[in-house]
């Protein structure tokens, strides 16, 4: 089965966005491909999410990301494949802003042997990680664009 994640933080705005994101769409999604995908609201979460991800046969992570290049602006859709991620959890690098525990759900997978052998983390920029419930209206905007990507992605993987 595929599994998306969407991961985050609703009290800090933009670092809501993975979270905000299942909500709105998962019903939809799951309807799109029946029992092939599952979307789930993985919060600020980590170990927990073990038993979730572990029969994935792809896994889609949604979350907001760092800036990583100048030329990149808030609402940004970026990728990172299963290797990236992997290679920045050795290097501590941190893709996103709560990439430790992301990493330590993957790590622990790694190590049990249970890790989705495709993982993608579709990524955005951020806007404002100030407190609050709400992200921003540059975020807000992206929703549909994002979605239209993950669906796409989605209909590749279950051909």
Same mark, same amino acid.
Request: aromatic share 6%; glycine share 8%; charged share 30%.
């Given at each position: 089965?595929?599994?998306?994640?969407?991961? =985050?933080?609703?009290?800090?705005?933009?670092? =809501?966005? =993975?979270?905000?994101?299942?909500?709105?769409?998962?019903?939809?999604?799951?309807?799109?491909?029946?029992?092939?995908?599952?979307?789930?609201?993985?919060?600020?979460?980590?170990?927990?999410?073990?038993?979730?991800?572990?029969?994935?046969?792809?896994?889609?992570?949604?979350?907001?990301?760092?800036?990583?290049?100048?030329?990149?602006?808030?609402?940004?859709?970026?990728?990172?494949?299963?290797?990236?991620?992997?290679?920045?959890?050795?290097?501590?690098?941190?893709?996103?802003?709560?990439?430790?525990?992301?990493?330590?759900?993957?790590?622990?997978?790694?190590?049990?042997?249970?890790?989705?052998?495709?993982?993608?983390?579709?990524?955005?920029?951020?806007?404002?990680?100030?407190? =609050?419930?709400?992200?921003?209206?540059?975020?807000?905007?992206?929703?549909?664009?994002?979605?239209?990507?993950?669906?796409?992605?989605?209909?590749?993987?279950?051909?």
């Amino acid at each position: 089965m595929v599994k998306v994640l969407g991961v =985050g933080n609703i009290l800090m705005k933009d670092e =809501g966005f =993975g979270v905000r994101f299942v909500e709105r769409y998962k019903e939809e999604i799951e309807s799109l491909f029946s029992d092939k995908v599952e979307v789930v609201d993985g919060g600020t979460q980590t170990l927990p999410l073990l038993h979730y991800i572990e029969n994935a046969s792809h896994l889609f992570i949604i979350d907001v990301v760092k800036k990583s290049r100048d030329d990149q602006d808030p609402g940004d859709i970026v990728f990172f494949t299963k290797d990236e991620i992997m290679s920045s959890l050795k290097s501590r690098i941190k893709i996103t802003s709560h990439s430790g525990g992301i990493h330590e759900l993957l790590a622990t997978a790694e190590f049990e042997s249970t890790i989705p052998d495709e993982i993608e983390l579709i990524g955005i920029i951020p806007e404002d990680m100030s407190k =609050g419930l709400e992200i921003s209206e540059t975020l807000k905007n992206k929703m549909q664009a994002l979605r239209d990507v993950l669906i796409g992605k989605l209909k590749e993987v279950i051909q």
